[in-house]
């Protein structure tokens, strides 16, 4: 049950901070950064 209630934050946490990642990562290839 510990390892659940740590593993759905985490995987939150992921979601969250891949999010910028996905967006930016075009952009900076267009060269729009």
């Known amino acids: 049950m510990g ?3 740590i593993a759905q934050p985490t ?3 992921s ?3 891949s999010g910028p990642l996905v ?3 075009p ?3 267009k ?3």
């Open 27 to 29: 952009a900076v290839r």
């Open 11 to 13: 995987t939150l946490a």
């Open 15 to 17: 979601i969250v901070a």
């Open 3 to 5: 390892s659940e209630v």
């Open 31 to 33: 060269g729009d950064l």
């Open 23 to 25: 967006i930016a990562l």
